[in-house]
């Protein structure tokens, strides 16, 4: 959208590219705050258990205090994104997100007599500024790279996103000397909360400079729920948003438990646990690239969903019944320093190996899926509405867990109880799978729309 306060628009440069992958930049290292500050709870949930007894159902509904808080943003912040722009719109859901970051470090100790209430209420707050900022910080790469680098700028901007949750999840090993108690760590996210916002707020600066000196775009459409097009999407889209769901809903509540897991119920030491859950987003950061880039070279999205969706299914089952005995010695890479502390299980590497390249092929093809799916101007409400049911199939599923968690009294004094809690998360990671074959079936009919094909086929109606 050109803005209209500004006549001589026309007569003004474009802006230089680098301009552009400044503005990329920005964004993204903003993204890492945020990640990184949504993943920092994990390895600190041990310690939680013994600083407060937090429960299984009382991890699981931090997630859950996020989702409701996303879902309440979803629907009303599309709305504010339009009204403020990106610009101010990545400001204010970066501070909202970096007082998020804040409240979940210090207000447990400022209230020692309700510190999981406490907890809850910071990871509300977080909530509400988090999602809303992905959705702005992905609309500027849309409104900078649109018909440019778009697809190659998106995966970009996700990766550097994943380098913040490697961070998180590398936590216990880079800075272990801060694993004494649950503060210390949650006070680290919050320095990296308060940087989220300066490079948002950098991000703005650039948003303005550039608005003085080159003919830009103003915040176009955005990620906005419109109630009228939930039901007029195709068929295809909804296998994907069922894919999606149960996708996000298997992997992000099993990143939620994975540290509790890996020390109860495999016996690992913290450290251990930290960097086995780092494969994830590590290889996920590799991968998703590659897979874009073959997606883009042979199409076949669909198949490619279902491979990815059924490499989720064995590694839940794998990490619960195969045990070879053997133990990895410590493997490092220069620059990169330990990728695996001494002491990592061969079979808990391989499980998470697969659980790492299936967190890469599936959100390096899905994402992009949509916009075949869908005609460009409804994409924001695809997106939201996509979004909005993840996070509605994520918190439930958190919740659940953490409750079949306690029913089972899984610990480290019962890793049996862990099984269930394993079980339910093979079994939705198979209803992903479901989903993906029968986008595959749709895709290979008369009303497919391309995913199949190098280009898009039938355009979306
Ligand atoms: N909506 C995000 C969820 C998230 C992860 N960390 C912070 N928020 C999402 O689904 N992102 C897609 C992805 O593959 O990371």
Known sequence: MIDAAAPDLAARPAPPTAYRWLVLVACSLAMFGNYYVFDALYPVTPLLEKAFGFTGEQIGKL????????????????????????????VLFGAVGALGSVLIGVLPALVPSAPWAAMMGGRFVLGVGSELFIVAATTVVGRWFKGKEISFALAL?????????????????????????????????AGLGVAWLVFAIVYAAL????????????????????LADLVN??????????????????IFPFRTFANLYLTQARGVSDAVAGDLKSVLPMLSMIGMPLFGLLADRIGKRALLMAAGSALLVPPFLLLTYWRTGVTLPRIGLPFIGTVLSAGAPLD???????LGLAFALVPAVLW??????????????????????????????????????DVAHAGADHPAGWTPVMWMLAALASVGFVFSFLLWKSERGARAHGLESVTPGRQAA
């Open 63 to 90: 997630d859950t205090a996020y989702n409701v808080a996303a879902l309440l943003t979803l629907i009303a912040g599309g709305v504010l994104i339009d009204r403020l722009g990106t610009a101010r719109s990545a």
């Open 157 to 189: 901007q996700l990766l550097i996103a994943r380098l913040g949750s490697y961070a998180a999840d590398k936590s216990p090993s880079a800075a272990g000397g801060l694993f004494t108690s649950w503060q210390p760590p949650l006070l680290l996210a």
């Open 207 to 226: 948003e303005a400079r550039a608005a003085r000196r080159y003919a830009v775009a103003r915040a176009g459409a955005t990620d906005k729920l419109v």
């Open 233 to 250: 999407f195709d068929t295809s889209y909804w296998w994907v948003v069922g894919l999606c769901v149960a996708f996000y809903s298997t």
């Open 348 to 354: 808990g590497v391989v499980a998470m190996a697969m």
């Open 368 to 405: 992009p899926a949509v916009t075949y799916l869908v005609p460009e101007q409804r994409l924001g409400s695809a997106y939201a509405l996509m979004t909005f049911c993840q996070q509605i199939g994520w918190g439930a599923m958190s919740w659940g867990m953490g409750l079949v968690k």
